[in-house]
């Protein structure tokens, strides 16, 4: 029979624990966006994690002097092995190294429980042939059990923005775990530690199994707190969209009656002073008052008033904004819909061109048409570079990315309301968002 001190020596962070932390950590690289196919992905972690399990099985010393040293090794590397692989940045990688830490002190957890269980207590020849199959089973099960769970949070991982206090959230939660169910290494006589070999990997089994259910309510709940938050964002968002087209529709009224009363008074004053300085400066106020009347005129009261009014604000900045655009084909959308949509559109795009150092590439092209049954839209603006696009959506290039982005999920989720999709594509320093829509 093993003794505890054998037991406990083989449990601390060694070989063991460098695979288990390896392999859950490779875990959450497919829950979220990767930077390599599915096959270069695989070999990649199959790779690292053979390596760095070798070299922790030729390093590894019984000396409990270094546990900490090693554990803290034992976790940085997964992490960078994670920000190889991943999209995300280095905070999401940690945030999600907390979830692969518990999770895989829990497999090795039950894995040494059951593994006492069978050689100390019924035992089970302790040969190879039925160690290996028994230890890829049990770290296996777990394994495709924890996929499949992660199923649920897809959506939210991919869009999940971490901060310093998310971090500290989780890992505050996995460190309490760990020292929970480990408190038999160091203490024999709690109420949570046994200086039976049994009872201490039963006791960690339990504790570690607890603690994944807590990670995952934690999880949860910031799952639920994001869609909140979401959804009121989204809401304010299409409200706001709506209330400036209200508040542009009326502007662009008064200034159209202003115009039509200055046409007249052009015309009168033309009659007074017939001096080529006069005639001149009539007739750049005429040119301007025909630039205002041909802004748009789609067939859309709204889009009429979006695509004016953008116009109107981004003239300052020299971007032009050119509008083909057959607005009668909106009449299925809802008012908020429609507003929230190409106010979110065309938004995005004059911020884009504005930033563009050329002045004669400012520009914006905005196109609504019926293509074979389709509602076809089509925004695209010149911009300096190549925007990122990760999971189909452009990377928001706000330094607060937590609560930014809105608006192109926003477009996005407008387009599938009604059956739809949007595509977001960026080539030779143009970007474009392409949105197909089924017609009624």
């Known amino acids: 029979m093993k003794t505890a001190e054998d037991l ?27 930077k390599y196919s ?43 092995c994670m920000k190889l692989e991943m999209t995300g940045s280095w905070k999401k990688c940690l945030y999600y190294m907390a979830f692969a830490f518990v999770l895989a ?11 006492y269980f069978g050689v100390n207590v019924k035992k089970v020849p302790d040969i190879l042939s039925i160690r ?37 959230r989780v890992w505050g939660m996995a460190v309490f775990i760990f020292l929970a169910s480990n408190v038999s290494n160091v203490f024999e006589e709690t109420i949570l530690s046994s200086s039976e070999p049994g009872v201490v990997f039963q006791i960690r089994a339990l504790i570690d199994f607890t603690g994944v259910f807590a990670m995952f309510l934690l999880h949860m709940t910031g799952k639920e707190s994001y869609s909140r938050m979401r959804a009121e964002q989204t809401q304010m968002m299409m409200e706001q969209m709506y209330a400036n087209y209200q508040t542009s ?41 025909r630039d205002f009347e041909a802004q748009a005129n789609t067939g859309n009261e709204i889009l009429d008033t979006i695509v004016m009014s953008a116009a109107l604000k981004a003239k300052n900045d020299g971007v032009k904004i050119t509008c083909i655009a057959d607005g009668a084909l909106l009449s299925f959308m809802d008012k908020m819909d429609v507003s929230a949509m190409f106010g979110n559109l065309i938004d995005n795009a004059v911020e884009a061109a504005r930033e563009v150092s050329d002045p004669d590439r400012r520009l914006i092209n905005l196109t609504v048409e019926a293509r074979k049954g389709f509602l076809v839209i089509l925004c695209e603006n010149c911009c300096e570079g190549e925007r990122t696009i990760s999971d189909g959506l452009p990377v928001t290039t706000k330094q607060d990315k937590k609560y930014h982005g809105f608006g192109t999920k926003s477009i996005l989720r407008i387009a599938q309301k009604y059956g739809g999709n949007a595509v977001y594509i960026t080539e030779n320093r143009w970007f474009k968002v392409k949105i197909l829509i089924p017609m009624p």
């Open 132 to 168: 290996i199959p028994f230890f890829v089973g049990v770290y296996g099960l777990i394994y495709i059990c924890a996929l499949l769970n992660n199923r649920i949070f897809r959506e939210y991982n991919r869009e999940l923005q971490t901060d310093t206090e998310d971090i500290l």
């Open 105 to 115: 002190e829990f497999a090795t957890a039950l894995e040494w429980h059951m593994y």
């Open 38 to 80: 599915v096959l270069k992905t695989i070999l990649l972690q199959i790779l690292l994690t053979g390596c760095v399990s070798v070299c922790a099985f030729l390093v590894e010393t019984p000396d409990q002097r270094t546990y900490v040293l090693r554990l803290l090794i034992f976790l940085l590397i997964p992490v960078a």
């Open 249 to 289: 529709k009326n502007s662009i009224a008064l200034v159209s009656e202003k115009y039509h009363d200055l046409k007249h008074q052009i015309a009168w004053l033309r009659k007074g002073d017939g001096s080529a300085e006069t005639k001149e400066y009539l007739d750049r106020m005429e040119e301007e008052i």
């Open 8 to 34: 406990y020596a083989l449990s601390a962070p060694g070989y063991l624990s460098a695979f288990s932390y390896m392999l859950y950590s490779g875990l959450y690289v497919w829950v979220n966006p990767r």
